[in-house]
């Protein structure tokens, strides 16, 4: 399954959020994979906070998340949400 989200993080991508999705991710039994739109070659493991990180997602990048396995709906739609969720308190992007 893909589907693509606009980082809503005024901050981008950081370090707290990754921590986030990783944790979701890992009790899941899926593979999820972020891919910067632009650069579809270049995906990070989105259980691996490093590997997330390393992409250097900002405010209002676009992204392509791609999740195979059993729960493979639920995940990305969870995925998607916590990516393009603007956090309470901040204006958006």
Do not use: F, K, W, Y
């Not at 999705?21 to 899941?28: C, F, H, I, K, Q």
């Not at 791609?66 to 393009?84: D, F, H, K």
Request: aromatic letters at 0%.
């Amino acid at each position: 399954m893909v589907d693509e989200v606009v980082i809503g993080d005024p901050h981008g991508l950081h370090a707290a959020l990754a921590r986030r999705m990783a944790d979701l991710v890992e009790g899941s039994g899926c593979d999820v994979r972020l891919h910067r739109s632009a650069e579809p070659q270049n995906a990070a493991d989105a259980a691996r906070l490093l590997d997330v990180l390393g992409l250097g997602l900002g405010a209002g990048e676009m992204v392509q998340v791609t999740c195979s396995g059993p729960a493979a709906e639920g995940v990305l739609a969870e995925v998607v949400a916590l990516l393009g969720a603007t956090p309470p308190g901040t204006s958006g992007t």
